[in-house]
């Protein structure tokens, strides 16, 4: 790994304090997955998974069958064909589905999530295709609370928007690409750093593990590179993997193992940052916190090509922070490291890093520091 020259990363896991997205005048929320660059002390909150998310995981793991009869090897609920080189090909659920309503009989359809012109109406139960994906105002359902909106055509002829939480159907990835974007194709070979995000990974992920054996297994190495360039103690780092993408079987469907997000450039038209480290961005739905409330929506996670450029992105982003430099004090203390950096704001979670020095000591990962 090359070290690049520093500068500012944004960086950010699905569930963060008060993260709003970029809101354009007039509009009642989000346009845009990711919003505005998130650089605070809430950056690197651990994920929150769904069961629909834990379930995919196994399912995975097992070589299971997911939503649409597809089978799923990815940890986002994609549909993926396993290849011979250890890697699978991404592709996108099945844009079928059904709306299910709670206590009414039907739905509006609106002709845009903020414009409430009436388009028509499905009833309870209703099979529908989804079109197109889009943030929007926030919206109650069975599934909670989400700012996902689903374009839909009606039978009538005309398309309009429901709320995606009156909607049952995959919810652990897009079905379908983001409204009024084109989809970005096969990475650049010279990386531009930045541009639209896909609503599907554009280059080979990484299988997921058996086990959390596998994934220390296959990890550890590239958690040691990484500590020879940057002096991140690789055992917070294999810590810190496994805790959050649930060893390696949830990565963004992106190869994305700390859930880092691109940071927002141009968030009404799609464009968004994801550094030197990574090749793109995906589009997933993934929670953040509103008020105390966990809401879904359309967020752009950086996608790597492979599992040791998102480890060296993890420890470049901890070095070249600012925020993070007194715990580089305690390269040789992992323990007292992975208290530094909980404490200069890397998580919220009040026992973040009780966790991590938890697995540290139960799976023996300081093995790896020497």
Known sequence: MTLRPARRTAFALPLVAGLLAAVPAGAAGPTGPGGTALEGPAAGSPPTWTAQERAAAVRQSTGGVGTGGTTTTQATGNGAATSNSGTVSASRPSSRATIKLQSSKRVTVRRTPTDRKRMGTLRNGASIRVLCQMNGPPQSGYSGRSRVWDRVRLPNGRAGYVPDAMVQGEKASMVARYCGWSEPGAPAAENPQQGRCSSVATVPLVAPPANRAAFIAAAGPLARTSAATTKVPASVTLAQGILESASGTLTAGANNYFGIKAQAVDAKNGVYRWGTEAVGCVLKPTFESESG????????????????????????????????ANAFKYSDD?????KEIHKAGYATDPQYSNSLIRLMRSEKLTQYDR
């Not at 599992?307 to 993070?324: A, E, K, P, T, V």
């Open 293 to 324: 409330r966990l809401v879904r929506q359309l967020a752009a996670f950086r996608m790597y090509r492979g599992m040791q450029d998102s480890f060296d992105d993890h420890g470049l982003f901890l070095l070249q922070n600012s925020r993070y």
């Open 334 to 338: 992992p323990e007292r490291f992975a």
